[in-house]
C-alpha cells in the first residue's frame, strides 16, 4: 500500500509559476511510475506527465508540454510537478498518482492523493 500527499497548490495569476510536490509513504515510491493528473469543474480527468520508475523516461500532455516538468527525487520518495507559464485554462485539482508504467492515461495506476487545488487567474 502507497500513501500519496499532495502539496504546493494555490492561487498565482497567469504567467506565474507552481511548483507541486507529492510525498509518498508505505512503500519506496521507486518501485512505480508516477504520474499528474488533473479535473477541473464539470470536466474529466485529464493525464498531465508521467515519470519511470528511475526518472529516465518523461512524457507530458500536448496542453503542458514545454511548460512544466516532471521529475523525482526517489531518495526523498517524493514527485514533483513544475508548472511555468501558467494559464487560467490550467485550473484545476491536481493529483498524482503510482502505476505500472508511465503513460498518460487514467489507467494502470493504483495508488492516488487526494489533490491540491490550483488556481490561475486573468
Known amino acids: 500500500q502507497v500513501q500519496l500527499v499532495e502539496s504546493g497548490g494555490g492561487l498565482v495569476q497567469a504567467g506565474g509559476s507552481l511548483r507541486l510536490s507529492c510525498a509518498a509513504s508505505?512503500?519506496?515510491?521507486?518501485?512505480?511510475?508516477m504520474g499528474w493528473f488533473r479535473q477541473a469543474p464539470g470536466k474529466e480527468r485529464e493525464s498531465v506527465a508521467a515519470?519511470?520508475?528511475?526518472?529516465?523516461?518523461?512524457i507530458y500532455a500536448d496542453s503542458v508540454k514545454g511548460r512544466f516538468t516532471i521529475s523525482r527525487d526517489n531518495a526523498k520518495n517524493t514527485v514533483f510537478l513544475q508548472m511555468n507559464s501558467l494559464k487560467p485554462e490550467d485550473t484545476a485539482v491536481y493529483y498524482c498518482?503510482?502505476?505500472?508504467?508511465?503513460?498518460?492515461?487514467?489507467?494502470?495506476?493504483?495508488?492516488w492523493g487526494q489533490g491540491t487545488q490550483v488556481t490561475v487567474s486573468s
Open positions: 498518482a503510482a502505476g505500472d508504467y508511465p503513460r498518460l492515461s487514467n489507467s494502470g495506476y493504483f495508488y
Open positions: 515519470i519511470s520508475r528511475s526518472g529516465g523516461n518523461t
Open positions: 508505505g512503500r519506496r515510491l521507486s518501485s512505480y511510475a
